[in-house]
């Protein structure tokens, strides 16, 4: 279960939501009617922020305008908080962390200016998580400087939030004892202010335990909590309020009372005129992992099911990464453009500078520096030529993937839904459907992740950021993410790999490489086999193997397994579709991160995957 932390940042990147829709329009009206410069300017922040990622032209033109009235007001606190407020839009909505620090860095020293402590301590924060997740200056530093300037503000919320922010970036970064340091600070702080957050941080403090395997000191500090429940006053609203009390009941294995709260919660969610499906999707996450607890798998497949349309619906919220790639096609097509501009204009100096080389050739001396430079023209022109062919053909097989691979299971998936919207299918038929439903959309959900991933790294490179992490956590991940097809195919999987093996390796490019070679091994599998990952440590490499009883492979198709050119993509064993990317997409990943990937394979005895990193 995620943070309240978590919960709040999440819903302010990716739900605009019924407070925003009718906050906006009241500070609007105030906006207009103010009348000094700082109460407009206040107002005009607040605006800003609301409309976030409703409109992201909205919201910098109104923090752009709060800006400049702060500064034609000369007043510094609302000009530090303006250049805040456009650094904290362009990290989490624009995703420009460039402009997002220099932003940070001019309202830090606004800030220092006015020794506006509250603002130096927020800029901090966000300077720091910048700075860990470029990799660049000492993190550390920003966030020590945090915590010192938000002491020194006195403001037991800046001070909480600081503590906060800092815990969760650790706790992204698998450096638990560092988030647990922080997050019980944060608890100390708030403790005698705000009880309902105090227990909200406690929680996430079990969680962090839980994901250690500590789990009896995690029910340990629950029973701790449980001790201050009815001193809570609903400070966060009504939905938090049961929401961390059903969290509180199922960390003390109280499950009835746990499932009690969350029905009861989500009765009140569904009784509003507008319901609120952020919340929804909570609920349903909390169910789902209640029934997991219990081994109650029918009802937690059935709220999965609920939690799957959800995760659609947030999907379509995420309109921002889907602009950015269309935004990235666009200069992709205006560069090609350019390139050929370049070439048609190069091409005619050639033209020009023969000519001068005929009309030059009594002049030995200028000839030799002519020849020179002539050459090096060729050779850029031949450069720019090839990489220009290179462009083109990444194109071309792009494109044919999205247009052929992708095409159908997603018109496939459509037909589906539309029978089933008409009625047409009987009750059976719909149950089935229902069970094939989450498999086909994981399926186009990674096909479609696959190709974006590949495509990115085809534009840009793959940059990996390398460092110490325990890949068990990261294939527990990914392996609950594929239960439900295992699942469906009643294929077993058996995860051997120790807690304590630690590699060197990009975390995120761990997830998308364990999570492409199991769907493999479940996409080839039949219904009742098996799947098993394995380890072994050898000096200073770890070697992990992932092994299948599915399909195999003969020679003539493992020697093309890794070439996107050739024809390796095919039909699962449950007719699932494929595009022929997630395996090369993978061993890109795998070098990248200085590793090493063989396969070996039998037709019909399964399939072997090895993978070797650094310790």
Known sequence: MKSYCIFVLVGSLFY?????????????????????????????????????????????????????????????????????????????????????????????TVAQNNTDYVYLAKSYQLLGVVAMHQGIANPHDFFEDAVTYAQK????????????????????????????????????????????????????????????NKRAEARSFAKMLYAYKDKMKQTKGYFVYMNDLGRLETKLEKYAQAEGIFEKVLAYEKQKPKVDTFHLYFIFRNLKDLYAEQKDFEQAFRVGNELAEIRLWLAQKRQTRDSQLQMTQLKSAYDLEKKEREITLLAKQQRQQQMVLIAAVVVAGLLISFVVVLQRNNQRIERQKTELTALNATKDKLFAILSHDLRSPVAGLKNYLMLTDWGVLTQAEFADSTKNLTVQLNNVHTM???????????????????????????????????????????????????????????????????????????????????????????????????EDTGVGMSEEQLQNLFQLNKTTSQMGTAREQGTGVGLVLVKELVEANQGTLSVTSQPIKGTAFTLEFAS
Not at 66 to 95: C, E, I, N, P, V
Not at 178 to 196: Q, S, T, Y
Not at 511 to 533: D, E, H, P
């Open 153 to 212: 503000s006195k403001d037991w919320r800046t001070i909480m939030d600081t503590y906060e922010v800092i815990s969760n970036v650790y706790q992204n970064r698998g450096r638990y004892g560092e988030a647990a340091r922080f997050i019980l600070k944060a608890m100390d702080v708030c403790k005698e202010h705000d009880i309902d957050s105090w227990l909200s941080s406690g929680l996430d403090y079990c969680d962090m335990l839980e994901k250690q």
């Open 16 to 108: 605009g939501g019924i407070q925003a829709q009718v906050l906006i329009p009241a500070l609007r009206k105030q906006a207009a009617a103010a009348n000094a410069d700082s109460s407009r300017s206040r107002l005009l922040y607040e605006l800003g922020r609301q409309y976030g990622e409703q409109n992201l032209d909205s919201a910098f033109y109104f923090l752009n305008q709060s800006l400049a009235l702060a500064q034609q007001g000369k007043d510094l606190h609302a000009t530090a908080r303006a250049m805040y407020g456009l650094g904290f839009s362009y990290l989490y909505y624009q995703q420009d962390e460039n402009l997002a620090m220099q932003w940070l860095k001019k309202a830090a």
């Open 448 to 546: 479609l992740d696959n190709v974006l991933n590949w495509a990115f790294s085809q534009m840009r490179g793959i940059r990996p950021k390398r460092e110490t992490i325990g890949v068990s956590c990261v294939i527990e991940e990914e392996i609950e993410l594929l239960l439900p097809m295992a699942q469906t195919k009643n294929i077993q999987i058996v995860n051997e790999i120790p807690v304590a093996a630690q590699i060197m390796i990009d975390r995120n490019h761990a997830a998308v490489i364990f999570r492409n070679l199991l769907q493999n091994a479940l996409k080839f599998t039949y219904s009742g086999g098996k799947i098993r990952l394995s380890c072994s440590h050898e000096k200073n490499m770890h070697q992990f193997v992932i």
